[in-house]
C-alpha cells in the first residue's frame, strides 16, 4: 500500500463518485492528476474490456496537457507504461481484447485488461463516430464545443449494457474546467441546477456510515474477535443504497486554487496575482463567475471569429515517438502558409510591447490572426522580435510585412537612438528575415476604427478577422474586455490607467496595448494590402 496526498475537492469527488461529475476549478488544483487519473484507472480497472472516451477541445491540446498529466500520475502511482498500459502503439503479447476494438492503436490508452480509452479531439473530425463507449472524460470544457459534443460524443456514451449494467459507473462522465470567460464556454455550469443536493448529502452519509462500520470490523480483528456476521452484512447493504444513488447522481463542484494552498504554498498565489490579468486571476485562480463587456469596443466579435488549427500530421508524430512536450513553434500549427510573408502590427510601451502577426487570404476575405506576442518590463523590442524569429524559425518565406504608424517614428523609449519602428526593422534582419515596411499614416481616429473593425466582424469590409484560438489568450481577453467611452466625435475605446504605473489590480497586460496591435495590423492589411511576391515599400510616399 502506498499513501497518497488528495486534497479536499479532489477527495470528494472521489468518494461521492457520482455518475455525473463537474468539478470547476482553478489552476493547479490537480483536475487531471488527482481526479481525471483515478477516475481513468477506476472506470478501466473495475470495467475489463470497456471503451472510453478522452474529450479534449484539440488534438494539441490533450498531446501537450491532458496526457502527459494522466501518465505523470500514474506513473507515481506505479502504473508503467509498457507493461501496464501501452499509449498509441499496438499491444504486446499478454495484452487482453477489448470488448468493442477500436479500428486503430494510434489515438488510444490500452490496459493490460482489455480496457481502452480514446482520445476525442474535436478538431479532428468524425473522431467519435462508430464508437461505443462506457465512461468519458471531457477536459478543458470551457473550450469544448457543446453542440458539437452533444451531436458527435454524447450519443456514443452508451456502453455495453449487457456487460457492466450492475456498475453505478458505467456510462459515467466527468466534467474538468477553470471558470470560463465568455458565454459559450459556460455551458457546463448549467449542471449546477441538475445536482440534487439532498442525494448528494445521502452519499456522504452512507459513505461515512460504510467507513465507520468498517473502521470496528477492523478494529474487532486487530484485537482478536471475530465480528458478529450481521455487520458485515449491513456493510455490504449500506455500499449497495450508496452505490444506487451514486448511479443517478450528478455532483457539481466550483473550488479555487486555494485549495490546493498545502502543495502550491501562499508564494503561487501572489505570484499569481502578480503575473495574471486581474479578470484571468478571479476566473483561473479564485474560480469566481465574472461577466464580460457586452457592449465592448470590438461589439461584433463572436465566437465564430475564433478557431482551433493544429498539424494533425506533426502531432501525431510526435504522440506516436511518445514526445508529450509543447517544446515546439510554427511547425505544430496549420494555418500558417510557410511559403507567404507574415504581416505584423506592434505597440510600443516603456514596460509593455506587443506582436500581433496574421496572414491575410484576399481570395477567401479573411485575415487570420495566427498568433500574439507580449513582452514586459526589462525584455523590449529586440527580445520579443526573438521570440517571433523563434517561433517562425522553420517558416520558408522570411518576410515580414511591418505595418506601422505615425507612433513608431521619431520616439524610443531608451532602447538607443534610433526610433521604434528602426530597432525592429534592425532586429528582423539581424534575425535573417527581410522586412516590407507599410507606412499607415497617422493613427486612425477613434470612432472610425469602431466603424471599420466592427463592420468587419460582421463580414462587410475586403476582410474579417479571424483568431487562432490558442496562440492568442491573452489578446482575446483583451480584446473581449476592451470597453468604449463615449468622445467628441462619438465612441472611442476606453485606455484609463494605460499610462498608470502597474499594480496588483491594473496588470499591464489586462490594458489594451495589445488591442492597439491588433488594430493596426488590421488596418493595414484592410486598407494597405501587399501582394504575395515582392511588396512595395511604402515609407518613402508618406
Known sequence: MKQVYFNRPQLLCQLIGANTTVLVAGRRTGKTDSVAAPFMLRNMQRMPGSTGGIVVPTFKHGLTNTIPGLLAAWTRWDYREGRDYVVGKTPPKGFARPIRDPLDNEHCIRFRNGSVAVIISQDRPGTANGLTLSWLLIDEARFIDHAKLKQE???????????FSGCY?????????????????????NYREQMDPEVIEAIKAGVYEEWRIRTRIEEMRRKGVEPPPYLEGHRRSLNARINKLRSVAVYYQECSTIENLNLLGENYIRQMKRDLTPLTFQTSILCRRVGMVKDGFYSSMREHHKYD??????????????????????????????????????????????????????????????????????RKIPELVADFCRYYERHREKRVVFYYDSTAIGQNYAVNQQDFQWVVCREFERHGWRVDKVYIGSPMRHHEKYLLINEAFAGRRRLTPYFNRQNNDDLLLAIQSAGVERGRNGFRKYKGGEKLAENEENLLEHRTDGTDAFDTLFIGCEKFPQSSGAALSLSGIF
Request: proline share 5%; aromatic share 12%; with cysteine.
Open 169 to 189: 459507473y458505467n456510462h459515467s462522465m466527468l466534467i474538468l474546467s477553470d471558470m470560463p470567460q465568455t458565454q459559450r464556454g459556460s455551458w457546463f455550469l
Open 153 to 163: 460524443t454524447l450519443p456514443a456514451n452508451g456502453g455495453a449494457r449487457d456487460r
Open 309 to 378: 488549427a493544429s498539424d494533425m500530421a506533426f502531432l501525431e508524430a510526435r504522440f506516436q515517438r511518445g514526445d508529450y512536450s509543447a517544446d515546439f513553434g510554427a511547425e505544430g500549427d496549420a494555418d500558417v502558409d510557410p511559403d507567404a510573408p507574415i504581416c505584423i502590427g506592434m505597440d510600443y510601451n516603456a514596460n509593455i510591447n506587443w506582436i500581433v502577426a496574421g496572414q491575410p487570404d484576399a481570395a477567401t476575405g479573411r485575415l487570420n490572426v495566427v498568433k500574439s506576442f507580449f513582452t514586459k518590463f526589462e
